[in-house]
């Protein structure tokens, strides 16, 4: 079982900085991704970015295309902590932020449904 714990969410103007961690305990498998969705009322969960681990290392990333090199996912093996760096934030980037942990999942697993933990989300709100 593994439990995840988001934070850092809050309100920012268009243009600016934020950064959500996830703080991760529990037993995973040697190889896994860690993984950031978010979600707004009425659609589904999309992919943001992921980051795999493998033997206890952070190692490959991926993003989906509407960052657009603005957000940069990280980990801190000795904290078992992921983080997510946003900038120039956007309006349409306003959403719920999750993080998931799927077991042996590559790090170009986009789909919600493959990985098996989940946060309880955090809320981040964009004003323009």
């Known amino acids: 079982q593994v439990q995840l714990v988001e934070s850092g969410g809050g309100l920012v103007q268009a243009g600016g900085s934020l950064t959500v961690s996830c703080a991760a305990s529990?037993?995973?498998?040697?190889?896994?991704?860690m993984g950031w969705f978010r979600q707004t009322p009425g659609k589904e969960r999309e992919f943001v970015a992921a980051i795999r681990w493998r033997g206890g290392m952070p190692s490959r990333t991926a993003y989906a295309n509407f960052v657009e090199g603005r957000f940069t996912i990280s980990g801190d093996n000795a904290k078992n902590t992921v983080y997510l760096q946003m900038n120039g934030l956007k309006p349409e980037d306003t959403a719920v932020y999750y993080c998931?942990?799927?077991?042996?999942?590559?790090?170009?697993?986009?789909?919600?449904?493959?990985?098996?933990?989940w946060g309880q989300g955090t809320q981040v709100t964009v004003s323009s």
């Open positions: 529990g037993r995973t498998s040697s190889r896994y991704a």
């Open positions: 998931a942990v799927g077991q042996g999942l590559s790090a170009s697993t986009t789909s919600s449904s493959d990985y098996d933990y």
